[in-house]
Structure formats: structure tokens, C-alpha cells
């Protein structure tokens, strides 16, 4: 019964696979539909200086491609957009009202143009390789927080970036051996400033601590205790009931880099060990210090216990990579790591509002075009299936 069940399941899918192709050889269709799925999910990435925002994003990435250099920027908006189907990552820039042609991306081009006072805007694409982008594109926008109490153009850059961009959460990182700043509280002050004044400005913020690898309980820095210390404060600036994600973004990083197969130095090499150390003596430090939704913790908890993979965990097992001679680490144990640094949390902190937010809209606008092409007999299966 249930293969003649199955059989009947997958000759009712063919006719709606080939209902579908047929579609999609009308051009008009083809048009609509590829405009109605081609949305994006916008985050706002703000930081004041020395926060570790572009390791943070660097750590997406898996590899170091944005300038880390611990300067005075530009007033340089980075746009990067995830495209899961992309096999390398392209670059251009807006120099005023000249934008360049689209090149390779590399940190050396990218450095060039952040040095150059004319440059406003470097749109980015490629595959953030550990986020799905499900209904939606996610894409980042990194925009510029350094000499924000002394440099207008930061200011002004910012307050265009809040208002004209229809982005789904701010991401705020702090600098937990440095809270309270001036250009810290300016730039928070500025957020509450604009959703006082703008009723429909209901953008969601969370926080992230993005140097969690700095704190060492065995130096007697309790992370816990810092993060208390942290929603204290954000409280007392204004937001009642924050989201935080502690993250060793630089931990994170150089794991990555090595997954990739990529050539760490010896200074990167004595760090992970180190990183690595610290998550040995303590796996759950930074879980257990997380205020997000209960559900991705979940997820989280499963993964730093090694339960959270799709493949056999011998495979995983092993696979191993070299740190440094004699000195190896197997996949399973890479990507307990991993999820024990944080930055997995926040990826599926994104997953989870794509899904929520952006697929629900995408759906409508799906189902508009497949009524206007006579097709929501086809919908309405999508749906039930």
C-alpha cells in the first residue's frame, strides 16, 4: 500500500515538475517569477572601533578578505550579499557617482579602496558557505563606526543607512573591556533616537560581543559575569530586554581557515591551540552565557555535543586536519568547536529570521505571479507539500 501510495505521490510531482518547466518557457513567467524570489534580507552590522567587526565577518566568510587594520576608516559602507551559488567572491565600488566594473574580490583591492576618502560604498557577492539563504538573500551591510563623536560623515552615513534601507535587525557589537564610550553610546543613543521619532522604524537589534576569546576563566575572567555586566548596561541605555551573543570571532576564524585547508602562520597556529585549549577546559562557556531564543540554543547544544552532522561521524573522525607538526585535529572535533564559539549561533540567529520574515513574503509574491500566469493549482500543491 504505501509503495503504490508513493508511486501515485510521485506521478502527481512529474506532472507538477513539467507544469512548472512549462511555465517557465514563457519569457513574461520566467521574468516575474525570477523577480518575485529575488528578495533580500538585510542586517545592519554597526560597531564603534576596535569592536571586531571585520573578523566577525571575516569568520563568515572563512577566510580574511575585509581590512582588519586597527585605524581611523573611511566613511565606507560595505554591502555583502550571500549568493549560495557562487563559487568565488566579486567586488565593485562607488567612487561618487562612478561605480566600477565588477573584479575579483581580494583583501588587497579592498584595502585600496577603503584608504580612498572618495570611496562611499563596495558592494561585495559570493557564498557565506554557512548560511542557507531559504526565501531570501542575506545581505550584510558593514557600515562605518570609527571617529563616529569626530568625523560628520560617519554620522550622516549612518543615519542614511537606518532609514533608507528596508533591513530586517541591527547587529551591535561591543567591546566588552571597553564599554561605554562616547562614540559607543553615541551611535546607541542614535538607534533609540530614530525609533522615537519614526513609529514605523521596528527594526529588532541584537548584540554581540564579538571578542569573547579574550576572556579566560582559568585568568579568573568569568564570562558569565561579564555578560551580566553587559545587559546591565544596555539596559540602562535603553533597551529593556536585549539579545546577546558572546562570540570568539578570531577563534572562529582560524578554524575555519584550517577546515578550508588554508596555511595558518605560526602565530595563527599557537592561537587556535590556544582557542582550542579553552574550549576543551570549557565547552559550554560561551552557550551558557547567550541570551538568544531557546530554540536555536537547542540547535547549538546538539552541535557542541557532536550530535548535530548529517554524515557518519566516523567520516568525521577520520578526516583530520594539521595545526602544526604532530599536532592535528579531526572534523568532528573542528566543528564542536566551532559551535562552541558562538558564531554559529548568530548564522542560525539569521537563518531563523530569513525563515520568518523574508520566506513568508517571498511566498506572496510567488503566489502572485503564479495567479497571474493561471497557475494556483500548482501553488496550492507547493504549499500542502
Not at 507544469?19 to 525570477?34: G, I, T
Request: charged share 25%; glycine share 4%; net charge positive.
Amino acid at each position: 500500500m504505501d509503495k503504490q501510495k508513493t508511486k501515485a505521490n510521485n506521478q502527481i510531482a512529474l506532472a507538477k515538475y513539467k507544469e512548472l518547466m512549462n511555465l517557465f518557457a514563457a519569457r513574461s513567467f520566467y521574468k516575474d517569477f525570477k523577480e518575485a524570489v529575488d528578495h533580500h534580507f538585510e542586517v545592519m552590522l554597526m560597531a564603534p572601533m576596535s569592536s571586531g567587526k571585520s573578523t566577525l565577518i571575516n569568520a563568515m566568510l572563512g577566510f580574511e578578505l575585509l581590512p582588519t587594520a586597527n585605524q581611523a576608516c573611511t566613511a565606507t559602507v560595505y554591502r555583502i550579499e550571500d549568493n549560495d551559488i557562487m563559487k568565488e567572491y566579486k567586488c565593485r565600488a562607488a567612487f561618487g557617482d562612478n561605480i566600477s566594473s565588477w573584479k575579483v574580490a581580494s583583501p588587497q583591492l579592498l584595502k585600496e579602496w577603503n584608504s580612498t576618502d572618495e570611496c562611499n560604498l563596495v558592494e561585495i557577492e559570493g557564498n557565506l558557505p554557512f548560511i542557507k539563504n531559504t526565501g531570501a538573500k542575506l545581505v550584510l551591510y558593514d557600515t562605518p563606526g570609527p571617529n563616529y563623536s569626530r568625523d560628520k560623515r560617519h554620522s550622516d552615513t549612518l543615519t542614511r543607512a537606518l532609514t533608507n534601507h528596508q533591513f530586517g535587525v541591527i547587529v551591535f557589537l561591543l567591546n566588552a573591556n571597553n564599554l561605554g564610550t562616547d562614540d559607543e553610546r553615541i551611535m546607541l543613543n542614535h538607534i533609540l533616537d530614530i525609533k522615537k521619532s519614526n513609529r514605523k522604524f521596528n527594526k529588532r537589534t541584537v548584540f554581540v560581543m564579538s571578542k569573547a576569546d579574550q576572556f579566560d576563566e582559568e585568568d579568573g575572567e568569568n564570562l558569565k559575569e561579564i555578560m551580566i555586566k553587559v545587559k546591565t548596561y544596555l539596559r540602562k541605555v535603553g533597551f529593556k530586554s536585549p539579545k546577546i551573543i558572546p562570540v570568539m570571532a578570531e577563534a572562529a576564524l582560524l578554524a575555519r581557515k584550517l577546515s578550508n585547508n588554508m596555511k595558518l602562520s605560526k602565530h595563527e597556529q599557537i592561537d587556535l591551540l590556544k582557542y582550542i585549549d579553552q574550549i576543551k577546559a570549557s565547552p559550554k562557556n560561551v552557550f551558557g552565557s547567550t541570551l538568544i531564543d531557546k530554540h536555536i540554543m537547542e540547535k547549538i547544544e546538539v552541535g557542541i555535543d557532536g550530535l548535530g552532522y548529517n554524515v557518519s561521524q566516523d567520516i568525521l573522525n577520520e578526516k583530520n586536519f594539521e595545526i602544526r607538526s604532530n599536532i592535528s585535529v579531526s572534523l568532528a572535533e573542528l566543528n564542536r568547536y566551532l559551535y562552541s564559539t558562538g558564531l554559529h549561533t548568530l548564522e542560525l540567529y539569521f537563518e531563523h529570521l530569513i525563515t520568518q520574515e523574508a520566506l513568508p513574503k517571498t511566498m506572496v509574491k510567488i503566489s502572485k505571479v503564479l495567479k497571474k500566469h493561471n497557475a494556483m493549482s500548482l501553488f496550492n500543491w507547493i504549499k500542502l507539500n
